[in-house]
């Protein structure tokens, strides 16, 4: 019972420290935007104090291989930036009541340059972490090999080609050569005229008289018999 009280009890202590580290880099990064655009600071707070929040859960749960080293390093580098822009903040405003010496232009902007480092490394730590994602390795490694096997596939049937095409192409154009010359041959056959002959001869009366002796100019008829 006593450790879930100090277990709850530091929870609550970390989230109280969070809420006044959360305001401070607050206030500062709204320094920074123009008076209409002020609602733009707590996008800022993604990269320090919500971020660590959020790096840390990632952390403990739901990361996976290269994730988690990655989400480890954001949680330094977002506890870093934190604690950094709230003292950066609480100078600034300490200088600006005359407590502290006030800080310079230099130093304000070295501040600023640090801040846009901050969450330049957030933004990039979420790519690598949602690349890394083991299904997300898996996917890419299968399309990977996929695209090797259609490559080497492509390539076998460029060569298979090549030593089809020697094969063939003899057989394909001796081929074409029987049927080209067996067509132009039978247009030929069927254009020859017909042979010349001696022509049939008239069919005749062989009881005329007339026409024996055409036939047979020697003859003499009597009756329709020689003599």
């Not at 952390?59 to 934190?82: C, K, Y």
């Not at 304000?108 to 994602?133: F, K």
């Not at 029987?178 to 005229?193: D, G, H, L, N, V």
């Amino acid at each position: 019972m006593f450790k879930k009280m100090g277990s709850l009890a530091v929870v609550m202590l970390s989230g109280l420290l969070l809420v006044y580290s959360a305001s401070r880099s607050l206030n500062f990064i709204s320094l920074t935007l123009p008076p209409d655009r002020q609602i733009l600071a707590w996008f800022g707070l993604a990269a320090l104090d919500i971020g660590l929040v959020v790096w840390l859960v990632a952390f403990l749960h739901g990361s996976h291989g290269w994730q988690r080293p990655t989400a480890a390093l954001m949680v330094v580098v977002d506890l870093i930036g934190a604690i950094g822009i709230f003292s950066a903040d609480t100078w600034y405003e300490a200088g600006k009541a005359g407590l502290i010496r006030t800080m310079s232009a230099d130093q304000v902007q070295g501040v600023v340059i640090i801040l846009c480092g901050i969450i330049a490394v957030n933004i990039a730590g979420a790519v690598v972490h949602v690349i890394s994602d083991p299904e997300q390795l898996k996917a890419m490694a299968e399309e990977d090999a996929q695209d090797r096997i259609e490559d080497a596939t492509l390539k076998k049937i460029l060569e298979s080609a090549e030593q089809l095409a020697a094969e063939l192409a003899p057989k394909i154009a001796a081929d074409w050569s029987i049927r080209t010359r067996a067509k132009y041959s039978s247009k030929m056959t069927t254009r020859t005229p017909p042979a010349s002959g001696p022509l049939p001869l008239p069919m005749m009366n062989l009881n005329s008289e007339t026409e024996l002796a055409v036939l047979d100019p020697n003859a003499r008829t009597n009756g329709g018999r020689k003599k």
